[in-house]
Each structure stands twice: as C-alpha cells, then as structure tokens.
C-alpha cells in the first residue's frame, strides 16, 4: 500500500511539474489538450475492446449447455478453471481492454486531425476526391476498421474457447457439434467480421495512390485497370459472405457460408493477385513506356506539387571552362562576398580566441548568418559562448554547477569574407563584455544548445547576486555577477513544488539548499529545439536552430516542418537518409519516411527568458491549418513577426536537402526521359569525406548572383552530377540549385523572391568538374604538392575547408580555403591558402585576389572578399585568451612609424618577441611551465615596449 502511494506521487510529481512548465511557458493548452484527447481515447478504447469480450464471454457461458456430457479432459478444465472464472470473465476483457486503451491513445494526433481537417484544395487524378482525404480522412478510417477488426476477431477467439470449454462445441470423432445458442453468436460474429473486411478492401482502393510500385508511387496502369476493380469486386464477396453467416444463424446450415468463405479466398487468389500479375506481365510490361505515360505524369506532377518543386525556375547554362581575362567583371559583388571562412573548422579558432574560460564553450559546427554592417549586408559565422559545466573539473559542485554558473555570455561573429594577417577570423563582435559592430543587446545565453539540465536561479531583491555572469569586472575586480531577473521558469516559491522538483530531477538538494527562495526558478528543458518540440509536438524540426541577435535579443531561430506520408502520388523519401551529410549526422525522426513537406512554421526562442514564439510561417498550409484548430492561440500570424527577426529568417537547409534529394529524379518532367532514367542526378559525394565512408556534399550558404537575378542575394546552393545507377559514374557537374534564401526585413512582410529556385542545367556532353574531381586535381598537381608539403612542416595538420562552388564568369567557380594547424593542444587552424579552379584550371595562392588574377591572367576584373588585417584589429575583448602556442598567440604588429632610429628599435624587439615566441613554444612542449612563465612574462614586456614606441 504504501509502496504504492509513493509511486502514485513520484507519477503526480512528473504529471505536475509538466504543468508547471507549460503554464509557465504559455502553452498549457497544448499539455491538457493532448493529455484530454489520450485519455477519452484511453477510455474509448478500453471501453470498445473490453465490452465486446466481457459480452461474448457472458453470452457464450450464459448459453452453456446445462446438462451437456463432458468428456474427462474437459471437466478437469472446467475444475480448474471454475474457482477463477468470475475473475476471469471480468479480468480477460478488462486486460484486453488496458492494452487496447494504450493503443487507440497514442493514436490521438490521427483522431483530432480528422475532427479538424481542413481541405487542401486540389483533388486527386484518379477518384477526385481532395487530397485532404488521403492526409486526413484515409489513416482515420483505416485505424478504426482496423481497430474493430481486432475487437471482433478476439471476441470471436473467446466465444470458441468459452463455448468449447462448457460444452457448447463439442468434438465427436469426426463430427463437430454446435449448440445453436453458439452458432448464433459464432454467425454473427463472423458476419460483423467480415463486413468489417468488406469496407477495408473497400478503402484499400484508395491506398494504391500512395503504395510504392517498382516504377512510381501511386496507381500505375495496372492497378488502375486491375487491382482497384478487383478489390471492389472482392469487397463485394466479403459482404455477400457476411449474409451468408446470417443466414446460417437464422437457418442453422453451415455450407453456404463456408462455400462462400472458401469463395472469398480463391476470389482472392484469384482476382487480387493473379489478374493483374497477368495484366501487368503480359499487357503491361511489353508496352510499359507508352502504357504508364500518364500514370509517370501525375507522379511527376505530384511529387514535385507535395515536396513544393513546382515552380523551379529551370535555366539552360552553357557553361565555359576556360578563364579568360576581365570575366569576373560582371560578377564583382559574388566575389567580393565569397565567404572564406569554413564553420566547420574555426570552431577551434573561435575557442583559442573568443572561450576565455575552461566552463565556456562553442559547437563544433558554427552557423552562418547575415547583418547590415555598414548599409551593406555581410555574411557572418556566428555562435554563442554556451556553458560548459565539465570544464569545472573539480569545482563542479551542486552549488557551482546549479545555481553560480547558470548561463553563458555573449555571440561572437566574424567576417565570412575575411581574415586576418596570419589566417585567424576577423571579428565583428567579440569579447567579454561583448562588444562590436552588432550594437546594444542582452548577451546573457541562459537557454542554448549546451545549457545544464537544470539551473536554479533568481534572488530576493536587495541581496547579493551568487550567478556568475562573466570572469572579469569593474575596479580590478576577477569577476562580475548578476541575478536572473526574467521569466524563465516555474517559480520554486513554496515547499512543496520545492519537493516534487526535488523528486523530479532526483536531488534533495533542490529541498535543502540555502540558495533555493521565494523568488527562485527552476530552468530546464533548456535546448532551443527541445522547447519547440514540446510545445509543437505536431512539427518536425530541422536539426540546426542558429542564433541571431534580433531587436536587442539573442534568440534562436528554428524551422519547424509539417510533413505526411500520405500525399497521393508522391514519392516517399527517407528524412533520416536526405538530411545527412558530413555537418548532419544520422538522426532519428518520428515520421521517417515522408512524401510532403512544408516549412509551414518559423519558431524563436529567446536566449535569455527561454521565451517560445510560433509564427505561421504558410498559413495556408492545410495541416498547420488542422492544428491551428486542434491547438488554437498558440501559433502567432507572420504579420506579427519584426522586420530585424524577418531579416535573419533563412530558407532552411533541412527542407533544401530533401527537396535536392527529390529535384535529381524529378527536375525530368518528360514522362518518356523519366521512365528511361536516362537522366538522373545524385549530389556529389563530399571530396574531403573518407572514402571508405563517403558521405554527400552539404549544401551551403552564400551571397551570390544567379542567372536571371537583378542582384546578389543571400543563398543556399547545391550541385548535381550524373548518378551512377542512370550510367557510368562521371564526376562532372549536371546541374547547380539555388534558392533565394533571404526572407527579407521589413515588418510581417517576407521578400517576394524568397523560397525561389533556379536550376542551371549544364549541357550533358559538357567537361565542368564536379567537387570530387576539382578536389583530386589539386591534390595531385605537383606545385601545390610542394607548397602543401611546406605547410606540413613541423608536424603541421593541412585541413582542407570547404569547396565552394559559384556561378561566375560564364562557368562555375571553385574556391576552397586551406587551413593550417599545428600539433600543440592549444592550437587552431590558420587560414594560410585559397585554391580557385575553373575548368581544368587551378590557382593556389595566399590571398583569393591573388589567386583569381592567376587564373584569370591578372585581370580579373572581380574583387575578392578576403580582406587581410592586423591581427591585433581582432583582438577587442578585455579578458585574455588562454596561453598557447605560436599558432594561438597573436603576433607582434608588424608596422613602421616613419623616423629611422624608432623603426630599427621595433625591429630589434620583433626580433625578441620572435625569439620568446619559440622559447615559450619550447617551454610549454617540454612542460617546464617555471621556464614558460619566464618566457610569457618577457613577450608581454616586449610588446609593450612595442606599443609605447608606437604611442599606443
């Protein structure tokens, strides 16, 4: 009893704290309603399944024969059984009915989309129903026969036991006798039973417009003219059965049903599956290419209509292999804005220059983003310094981990299109405090992608700030603290909700701790993508949210998809599979394999009050629609959405990996072309990826200017070669995607051209590279062998970033950064190289311009983005870096002041702090950290000898 009652609460406590976060959080609609729609349909359920048995089993004994002659075994039965069947016949139904509730709950979403489905508007080729039926209507129908279907079957099982075990059904050598109370009911089951079938062969019609066939998904010319007919043709016979057991409950005569059951099973055999293996055999595949002409149509209409590829604006482009001077002229501003920073290497850079402290941290991949720095849009890599509690090591106490070291701080941004002298990242803001071209704005990160699974924040007024908000201060101060003064969390304010979070998260710390008050919160559930999945559990999420500062916030931007496997005539695509490539892990989805997609909502979630917002991103969608009825209120229209939020809305590049993994069959529209597979496209292969394990090319982002735009705009890209199943793998280009990604910026009102796709399609007898063959050109020409080898000097790491690729010049540029990295622990990568090829050309030179005036014979006529600064211009922040070596130092600036006598004293002093440079890399490599510290405290004199010569 009382081991009971303890589970009992520790289930109230989740059930309670739930609310408490929802409540919290402005979304307890989405909690009781879900919580409302499990339980009627637990209770429908239960009641539907355990009803039907309870009444089969009481029937069945009811009717019993009274004075029947049992045979021994059977009254051994009987026997034992007897002392237990007043439990039994209430226990078995109410079981059943226990796992019967389960399933019919976790069907809630199926059941409330039908109650609210909202019509699509546009019908479907074969029945002419609107394609709402198949998303909404067609799963409804189907789960409740199939439902029933198992009701009447178990209560059918349990009438033959119940009837044998009492003498209803008796066995007499080679005679079966039945009752006729126990014919009735048998009858009559079996009759409901079959009727049921009659309606799901019925509805099975209408499955064959989303089952995948060898050629198409949908109903092909066999299935038009064979398998649907013979499926309301074998619905027929079911029902007629179904009377036939009817009339054997009323006349007592079992032959008619049983011919007619051993009807129905040759019918089957018969009509279901024979008749169209002969028409597709001998009809069909003889003359298939004519034949399943219109059927390849709609599938090609349809599957570019459900995956939104209608509209892709296609453009024949003849591209040129050869560079010819001046032919970038026309495409200065592409160059100028080619981003040279990869995300997916400077994360390291980013934490030898920007982490400060063991407990920050940035992912491994960073993002890409845009700002208006100068009237001018700049493409940015940008992250947040998150939280990293196991840097605490020792200090990693409750106290420390829970309610001191509570958030992150600051975003760090740095030119996309620049570099400093010596390879590092060229901020735009940076720092502790945070400081730089991105202006005022709250920095504290108290929700990210790495927060700790719980913190308690929040003090009375008037007493001393215990959280740390960042490791420096005013006055001489080590560091500065603050007090969390937003909403961010359920209130800790009494005893008990004290107790059930203690219970919840497994610490009676939470119950005893001095830090806990009136005026604590609890935050958790902290994930960016976690706290839109929970109040959205409709959507599927893309598996990147970025952060972007936005009306004096960060917040985090996530794009959330509606998606469906059951759009007539589209083909299915595994999400899992298209979404992965060599930044995309595999990950798991709840709907996996889809056949519609829309990017139908736009959600933020604010960095620092963990505050959800939903935007109806396409409010005309009709499963957002569906749930915007289902869960009313809590998704905002897209008017309400800022023009500073609108201006870092990006097409999402989840959605463009599946629409690309579609667009390579389906960019064939001709019905003939499409069956012959004669030109199918696959995305290249990522050429730095392992070759034992390759893994695709991921799209990227850039600001460029494709064929049939006025002007540059920010974009994401892809690239297509020949797929080696339509013919012998050629690693040539075919085609090039792009997609008009910038949403624009004023208030509620998106840029007319986002969300526009331009195809290039390349002539087919056409010699452009794709990446895997530009890739091995450069790393088998043998002056750029040389100069690799160079680099690699000293045990340095050559790391190749990622290769770009733009429409420019009449052809298809490649650009890709080359970074350097040396073998200390504290080291990052430098970008010390650029490789630009064009046709069967290369360039490899220190800076972009340079390497594009070579290869286009010195006159260009484009100007390249990758500006070079000081290295001391990078260095804004006013908390020191961690000590490392020379590839994590910066350098000593190398400048003149113009009078001869100070010039030859700087150059003395470079030379010393050269000179210390190497002794402290000596130092740290031979762990005498007496002698490094010697050598550290000489190079900060040094330099600031420098500085004082320079007047600085």
């Keep these: 009893m009382i081991a009971g009652l303890v589970i009992l609460f520790f289930i109230f406590a989740g059930l309670y704290t739930d609310v408490l976060w929802f409540d919290q959080l402005g979304f307890l609609s989405v909690l009781t309603t879900q919580w409302i729609a499990t339980a009627v349909l637990f209770l429908i359920g239960f009641v539907a399944m355990a009803v039907p048995v309870w009444i089969s089993i009481q029937i069945a004994y009811r009717k019993r024969p009274v004075y029947a002659k049992l045979n021994s075994q059977l009254d051994r039965y009987q026997q034992v059984i007897e002392p237990l069947r007043r439990l039994a016949m209430y226990g078995i139904p109410a079981l059943l009915g226990l796992f019967a509730g389960v399933a019919a709950a976790t069907r809630w979403q199926v059941v409330l989309m039908w109650l609210n489905?909202?019509?699509?508007?546009?019908?479907?080729?074969?029945?002419?129903?609107?394609?709402?039926?198949?998303?909404?209507?067609?799963?409804?129908?189907?789960?409740?026969?199939?439902?029933?279907?198992?009701?009447?079957?178990?209560?059918?099982?349990?009438?033959?036991?119940?009837?044998?075990?009492?003498?209803?059904?008796?066995?007499?050598?080679?005679?079966?006798?039945?009752?006729?109370?126990?014919?009735?009911?048998?009858?009559?089951?079996?009759?409901?039973?079959?009727?049921?079938?009659?309606?799901?062969?019925?509805?099975?019609?209408?499955?064959?417009?989303?089952?995948?066939?060898?050629?198409?998904?949908?109903?092909?010319?066999?299935?038009?003219?064979?398998?649907?007919?013979?499926?309301?043709?074998?619905?027929?016979?079911?029902?007629?059965?179904?009377?036939?057991?009817?009339?054997?409950?009323?006349?007592?005569?079992?032959?008619?049903?049983?011919?007619?059951?051993?009807?129905?099973?040759?019918?089957?055999?018969?009509?279901?599956?024979?008749?169209?293996?002969?028409?597709?055999?001998?009809?069909?595949?003889?003359?298939?290419?004519?034949?399943?002409?219109?059927?390849?149509?709609?599938?090609?209409?349809?599957?570019?209509?459900?995956?939104?590829?209608?509209?892709?604006?296609?453009?024949?482009?003849?591209?040129?292999?050869?560079?010819?001077?001046?032919?970038?002229?026309?495409?200065?501003?592409?160059?100028?804005?080619?981003?040279?920073?990869?995300?997916?290497?400077?994360?390291?850079?980013?934490?030898?220059?920007?982490?400060?402290?063991?407990?920050?941290?940035?992912?491994?991949?960073?993002?890409?983003?845009?700002?208006?720095?100068?009237?001018?849009?700049?493409?940015?890599?940008?992250?947040?310094?998150?939280?990293?509690?196991?840097?605490?090591?020792?200090?990693?106490?409750?106290?420390?981990?829970?309610?001191?070291?509570?958030?992150?701080?600051?975003?760090?941004?740095?030119?996309?299109?620049?570099?400093?002298?010596?390879?590092?990242?060229?901020?735009?803001?940076?720092?502790?405090?945070?400081?730089?071209?991105?202006?005022?704005?709250?920095?504290?990160?108290?929700?990210?992608?790495?927060?700790?699974?719980?913190?308690?924040?929040?003090?009375?007024?008037?007493?001393?700030?215990?959280?740390?908000?960042?490791?420096?201060?005013?006055?001489?101060a080590g560091q500065t603290y603050t007090t969390f003064s937003g909403d961010g969390g359920p209130k800790l304010d009494n005893p008990?909700?004290?107790?059930?979070?203690?219970?919840?998260?497994?610490?009676?710390?939470?119950?005893?701790?001095n830090a806990v008050n009136d005026e604590s919160q609890i935050l958790y559930d902290r994930d960016p993508v976690t706290r839109v999945q929970k109040v959205a559990p409709y959507l599927t999420l893309d598996s990147e949210a970025y952060p972007s500062v936005v009306d004096g916030r960060v917040k985090w931007i996530v794009d959330g998809y509606t998606t469906s496997a059951n759009y007539p005539y589209s083909t299915a695509v595994s999400l899992s599979d298209a979404i992965t490539d060599t930044e995309t892990p595999p990950q798991p989805f709840a709907l996996d394999s889809i056949n519609y997609i829309r990017n139908s909502v736009k959600a933020t979630v604010d960095a620092y009050s963990g505050e959800v917002t939903l935007y109806a991103w396409d409010d005309k969608e009709p499963l957002l629609r569906t749930w915007q009825k289902i869960f009313p209120s809590t998704v905002k229209p897209m008017s309400e959405m800022s023009g500073d939020l609108m201006s870092h809305v990006r097409y999402p590049a989840d959605l463009f990996k599946v629409q690309r993994s579609i667009l390579g069959q389906y960019h064939v529209t001709d019905p003939g072309s499409f069956y012959s597979k004669d030109d199918a496209w696959t995305s290249p292969n990522d050429p730095d990826s392992p070759a034992s394990n390759p893994t695709l090319q991921p799209p990227y982002y850039l600001t460029m200017q494709m064929p049939g735009q006025e002007t540059p705009s920010f974009s994401l890209y892809t690239t297509f070669q020949p797929d080696a199943t339509g013919e012998s793998s050629r690693n040539v280009l075919y085609g090039y995607l792009a997609v008009d990604a910038d949403a624009g910026g004023t208030d509620g009102e998106r840029a007319d051209g986002y969300g526009k796709m331009r195809l290039l399609t390349l002539p087919k007898d056409g010699t452009v590279p794709g990446p895997g063959q530009v890739q091995n050109v450069f790393n088998a020409d043998p002056d750029v062998s040389t100069e690799l080898n160079l680099l690699r000097q000293g045990s340095s790491t050559v790391l190749n970033g990622n290769l770009l690729t733009l429409p420019v010049g009449g052809g298809l540029l490649y650009v890709q950064p080359v970074y350097v990295q040396s073998t200390g622990e504290t080291s990052y990568p430098l970008l010390q190289k650029v490789l630009v090829a064009f046709g069967d050309q290369i360039a490899f030179e220190d800076t972009l311009d340079s390497a594009l005036d070579v290869l286009f014979g010195g006159d260009s006529g484009a100007t390249a983005g990758d500006t070079t600064v000081p290295v001391t211009e990078t260095d804004t922040s006013t908390v020191s870096p961690t000590d490392g070596d020379p590839a994590a130092e910066p350098a000593p600036p190398a400048t003149t002041t113009g009078d001869p006598a100070t010039d030859a004293e700087l150059k003395a002093l470079l030379a010393t702090a050269n000179e210390t440079l190497t002794e402290k890399q000596a130092a740290l490599a031979a762990g005498d950290l007496a002698a490094f510290g010697v050598a550290d405290e000489k190079l900060s004199e040094t330099i600031a000898k420098m500085l004082a010569l320079l007047g600085e």
């Design 117 to 476: 489905r909202s019509e699509v508007g546009r019908k479907d080729p074969q029945f002419g129903f609107d394609i709402s039926f198949y998303l909404f209507d067609l799963p409804f129908f189907q789960a409740v026969l199939g439902f029933a279907s198992a009701v009447v079957l178990i209560s059918a099982l349990v009438v033959l036991a119940t009837s044998y075990l009492y003498g209803s059904i008796r066995i007499n050598g080679r005679d079966v006798i039945i009752s006729k109370a126990a014919r009735v009911q048998i009858a009559v089951t079996a009759s409901v039973y079959l009727l049921l079938q009659a309606v799901s062969i019925w509805f099975d019609q209408y499955s064959t417009l989303t089952s995948e066939g060898s050629l198409i998904t949908g109903a092909s010319y066999t299935d038009v003219f064979a398998t649907i007919p013979s499926r309301a043709i074998l619905a027929g016979i079911a029902a007629v059965v179904a009377l036939l057991f009817i009339l054997t409950a009323v006349i007592g005569r079992w032959r008619l049903p049983i011919i007619g059951t051993a009807l129905l099973i040759v019918s089957s055999l018969l009509i279901g599956s024979l008749y169209p293996w002969v028409v597709q055999r001998f009809q069909v595949d003889p003359s298939a290419k004519t034949l399943e002409k219109p059927y390849i149509e709609k599938n090609i209409n349809l599957t570019r209509d459900a995956y939104d590829l209608a509209d892709v604006e296609q453009i024949p482009y003849n591209a040129t292999t050869t560079a010819e001077p001046g032919a970038l002229r026309a495409d200065a501003t592409t160059t100028a804005n080619i981003r040279i920073l990869d995300p997916a290497l400077v994360s390291d850079a980013f934490g030898q220059l920007e982490q400060f402290r063991q407990y920050y941290q940035f992912p491994s991949n960073l993002d890409v983003d845009r700002y208006m720095i100068d009237g001018k849009s700049q493409d940015t890599v940008v992250a947040v310094r998150d939280l990293n509690i196991d840097g605490l090591n020792a200090g990693n106490t409750w106290v420390n981990s829970k309610t001191v070291y509570t958030h992150g701080y600051g975003v760090v941004a740095a030119y996309g299109n620049q570099r400093s002298a010596d390879g590092q990242p060229v901020f735009l803001e940076s720092g502790i405090p945070t400081t730089g071209a991105l202006g005022e704005f709250e920095p504290r990160i108290y929700f990210g992608e790495t927060s700790p699974e719980y913190s308690i924040v929040g003090a009375p007024e008037g007493t001393d700030s215990i959280e740390l908000d960042y490791p420096s201060g005013s006055d001489g």
């Design 496 to 513: 008990f909700k004290q107790l059930l979070y203690a219970l919840k998260f497994q610490s009676e710390q939470i119950f005893l701790a």
